[in-house]
């Protein structure tokens, strides 16, 4: 089995190069740009992939792969019948194979995107976690098992070391990382003996660590005389010095390798020919796939937490420029092409020939072919209502209104069992604390609660829905990400909603990015927000963070004012979380203000109306229609979030000096945006004029001057101007804040009602 298992490495190392060649030799891109493909960072890691996929998954596993090997697990599915041959000379082309893993745009089933280092790594852990929540509150499903296969320097992330730490991620038996240990990073050759301090910082977490650092013959030599010295000599070797010992061979690699070594470690090499010395010294463990199933076995075997396997490789294996500290981004020359090919057994009318299913070799892919990776068995989802039916008070902020919500929710069987919460160490203080009091914490072992505190009843067991994380918004994204791919990798969609202080939203942005780009489908809230977080200074006040909502694909921002709309929407979001279509991220904060201007468009407008325009996005919460008739000037004063109270004291100052003030209430700028954006692409793609899409035309009606405020960056909103035409003073918060009252903020910012006033007065005259 070994030997055609080898012969399938051989193959798959010369698809996955030829891939490469082909896009970067073939094919014209007409601009001159440089296509890549990372033939080096490929090679390195054939040997671990073909063990992993022709000898070791079962169907159920799931496999992350490291962004620069997408070529070999593209070979390797061309192989085993998942990818048509058309893809292979398409890579990194439109309509192709992607420069990197991507679960939702390769044809060829990804379980996981990678491309941003670090969080490829992270993912199946949280996915792992995310079986075991599963099993635990919908019943076993097949076993499996969560590999990441990730380079050495992507240890350097600290995402990576968040994701080992979290408490939410120990014990789990199911998880399995292969690092590509070939001591290059794409700058330099990684310094130093990085491996001893990566193993303990793993082994201190709690991980089961195992090592395939040398390969046969290198153990074979170990085993006769002066064999110790000589695997003394190489595991004190530095980095630097051992990647040396390429591009040479000869009597110059024996003089290199012995510069300064003990009598033994020479008299360990005497015997070996100059011609195989090189041999010798470069056969590392991850390249030996017999040694490396040994330790994949190894792994299966501890099943109470996660293993790291550390694979010693090289970079650029069997390839002329294997272990340059420049080979990053080098490739084959035509000649250096041919040489492998024909070395390969290959000929240019058989290069891209799938394995012969009566060799050895083609009867492992056969049988491999035949057992598919599988989704597992949907489960149920959940049916959301319109609303929660939960009570609005006189005032009320959005964030305790979320907060019952969701606890309103938790009460509804068709809704309850399928919410999961998280929060990174700030459950309580985002008002997760009812939801928590009614569910419970998840634990996969019932735990004893030893200080009882009768406001949090913190009772942890497998039962429970929120899962409480560590303080790292990167983690939070991350199992996000994973709570809301649960329908697609653990047969059983989730509605998983997070909440994060909004001015962090910023720190987990990557992971964030990551989880929209996998197209999992989640909530989360952002809160509290902005400078209306007054007296906690501008380390805790949040500006930029509506602009990477309203601009982040696959997520639909809001940001309600009043409760009910925030009912409505929430409920809403949680009916398209429910099938799987997208996530959501509202911004919400702690100042409480008054529902009755909302009450009042209630009353005017009707809820039928009225819901269909807060989910559209935008709505008139005070029309100036009858001062317009009477032929007085009109404004419109745009608003979102918490600004609305000072909005509204404005647009009374106005109308008292005879204009005409229409006060629109924007609930989801992402939507009004969309909207907009799709009639102007629509007009562009067929030469039409565009017209306005239906919420905007409604409650822009007058096409009127604007004043834009939102207690966030003032170009958020700024756009509202030139898709009306008409001038538009946008208002918002552009400098950083400081402590004080949320009147002494709004001040400093311009968001108080004399300068909206007066922002209203500059836009009118602008307007002539």
């Not at 420029?321 to 084959?332: D, K, T, W």
């Not at 001015?503 to 197209?519: K, Q």
Request: charged residues 20%.
């Amino acid at each position: 089995m070994i030997d055609a298992l080898r012969a399938i490495e051989r193959r798959v190392l010369w698809l996955a190069v030829r891939m490469v060649d082909a896009a970067n030799r073939e094919r014209d891109t007409g601009d001159g740009v440089k296509v890549g493909g990372h033939q080096a960072s490929s090679a390195s890691l054939v040997s671990v992939l073909t063990a992993l996929y022709f000898a070791h998954l079962r169907p159920a596993d799931r496999v992350s792969v490291k962004p620069h090997a997408a070529p070999v697990f593209h070979a390797i599915q061309y192989l085993l019948g998942n990818l048509d041959r058309s893809y292979l000379t398409r890579l990194r082309s439109r309509g192709g194979l992607q420069a990197y893993p991507s679960r939702t745009k390769d044809p060829d089933g990804v379980d996981f995107s990678t491309g941003s280092v670090g969080l490829g790594a992270a993912a199946p852990l949280f996915a792992a976690a995310t079986r075991r929540y599963v099993d635990a509150h919908f019943g076993p499903r097949e076993a499996a098992r969560f590999v990441a296969v990730i380079g050495d320097a992507e240890l350097d992330e600290g995402s990576v070391w968040e994701a080992v730490a979290d408490p939410a991620t120990a014990g789990l038996g199911n998880v399995m990382w292969v690092v590509d240990l070939n001591r290059q990073s794409l700058d330099r050759v990684v310094p130093g003996i990085r491996v001893a301090q990566w193993a303990a910082q793993f082994a201190a977490a709690g991980w089961h660590v195992v090592e395939v650092k040398y390969g046969s013959r290198l153990r074979a030599a170990f085993g006769r005389e002066h064999g110790p010295a000589l695997r003394d000599w190489l595991d004190r070797m530095p980095n630097e010095r051992y990647q040396s010992l390429f591009g040479i061979d000869g009597e110059p690699l024996r003089k290199q390798f012995l510069d300064g070594a003990p009598a033994e470690v020479a008299a360990a090499v005497a015997d070996v020919p100059d011609a195989d010395l090189a041999g010798l010294l470069h056969d590392l463990g991850g390249h030996d796939v017999e040694a490396l199933l040994r330790a994949y076995a190894e792994c299966d075997r501890v099943t109470d937490r996660p293993s790291v396997v550390f694979a010693y490789t090289v970079k650029g294996w069997n390839l002329p420029a294997a272990g340059h500290p420049r080979n990053h981004s080098a490739l084959l020359s035509g000649d250096q092409i041919d040489a492998l090919r024909a070395a390969t057994g290959l000929t240019v009318a058989t290069e891209w020939d799938r394995i012969d299913p009566a060799t050895p070799a083609g009867a492992i892919v056969a049988e491999r072919a035949a057992a598919p990776p599988r989704p597992a068995p949907p489960g149920p989802r959940a049916t959301v209502p319109a609303r929660s039916g939960v009570r609005v008070g006189q005032r009320a902020s959005t964030q305790e209104v979320f907060g019952r919500v969701l606890t309103d929710l938790a009460r509804d069987p068709a809704v309850g069992s399928h919410l999961v919460t998280t929060a990174p160490d700030v459950a309580t203080s985002t008002n997760l604390a009812g939801f928590i009091n009614r569910t419970g914490i998840f634990h996969p072992d019932e735990r004893t609660t030893w200080s009882p505190d009768p406001m949090l009843r913190w009772v942890e067991g497998p039962r429970g829905q929120h899962i409480e994380l560590g303080i790292s918004e990167m983690n939070l994204f991350m199992l996000l990400g994973q709570l809301g791919l649960a329908g697609e990798l653990s047969g059983q969609p989730l509605l998983p909603v997070g909440t994060v202080y909004d001015p962090f939203v910023c720190r987990g942005l990557d992971a964030f990015i990551y989880a929209a780009y996998s197209g999992a489908s989640f909530i989360v809230a952002g809160t509290p927000s902005g400078v209306t977080l007054a007296p906690e200074g501008g380390a805790h006040q949040s500006t930029l963070t509506a602009s990477i909502g309203l601009e982040l694909p696959g997520v639909t921002f809001a940001e309600p004012a009043y409760g009910t709309a925030l009912d409505w929407q929430f409920c809403d979001a949680l009916g398209t979380v429910a099938e799987g279509r997208g996530a959501f991220y509202f911004r919400l904060t702690t100042r409480p203000i008054d529902q009755a201007p909302f009450e009042a468009a209630r009353a005017r407008l009707g809820d039928a109306v009225l819901r269909r325009q807060v989910l559209a996005g935008a709505y008139r919460l005070r029309d100036g229609g009858d001062l317009a008739a009477r032929g007085a000037p009109v404004v419109s004063l745009v608003g979102s979030g918490a600004v609305l109270p000072e909005v509204l004291a404005a647009a009374d100052e106005l109308a008292d000096e005879g204009i005409a003030v229409h006060v629109v209430d924007v609930t989801s700028l992402d939507r009004l945006y969309a909207g907009w954006r799709a009639a102007v692409r629509d007009g562009i793609r067929s030469a039409r004029v565009p017209a306005l899409p239906g919420a905007m035309r409604t409650v822009f009606a007058d096409r009127a001057p604007l004043v834009t405020v939102h207690d966030a960056a003032s170009h958020t909103m700024a756009w509202l101007g030139s898709a009306l035409g008409v001038p538009c003073v946008p208002l918002g918060v552009d400098g950083f804040g400081q402590s004080g009252t949320v009147h002494d903020l709004y001040e400093i910012h311009d968001l108080q009602p004399g300068a909206i006033v007066n922002a209203a007065l500059s836009a009118l005259s602008l307007h002539g």
